[in-house]
């Protein structure tokens, strides 16, 4: 008898599945389908905004870091270039004597001042 009740069983299980559902019961599922699939897009779509907004935040830094470096940069080769137009001009004015060499060096020092501050303003 038990042999006999399996297969009756297993017919009715297959039998369910191929039965149509009423159409209040599909557009039931239809609509928490529809709500589901709804539901999945809108996380999508928050966890795709989320993403490209720290993408935006880490290019944004990336930026600062590069604009900070090259300021850095653009200091660093003012001020060796004020360095050594200064040593040049007074190694010129070693060629003067008295009150002469004096106030050679003197524009010397003033324009290696200039060149400082112009500088200073690469590093901000």
Same mark, same amino acid.
């Given at each position: ?5 399996? *297969? ?8 369910? @599945? +191929?039965?149509?559902?009423? *159409?209040? !019961? $599909?557009?039931?599922? $239809? ?6 699939? =709804?539901? /999945?897009? +809108? ?17 944004? &830094? ?13 200091? &660093?080769? =003012? ?7 200064? /040593?040049?001009?007074? !190694?010129? @004015? ?5 009150? &002469?060499? !004096? ?22």
């Amino acid at each position: 008898m038990k042999t006999l009740l399996l *297969p009756i069983l297993a017919a009715f299980a297959l039998a369910g @599945c +191929n039965t149509a559902e009423s *159409p209040s !019961e $599909v557009q039931r599922d $239809v609509r928490d389908a529809r709500q589901d699939a =709804a539901q /999945e897009v +809108n996380v999508a779509r928050r966890d795709a905004a989320e993403e490209r907004a720290e993408a935006n935040r880490e290019v944004a &830094d990336q930026r600062a870091e590069s604009a900070s470096v090259a300021a850095e940069g653009a200091y &660093d080769v =003012a001020v060796a270039q004020a360095k050594g137009t200064h /040593e040049v001009a007074i !190694e010129r @004015c070693e060629a003067l004597a008295g009150a &002469d060499q !004096e106030v050679c060096k003197e524009a010397a020092d003033d324009a290696l001042e200039l060149a400082m501050d112009r500088a200073a303003t690469l590093n901000r």
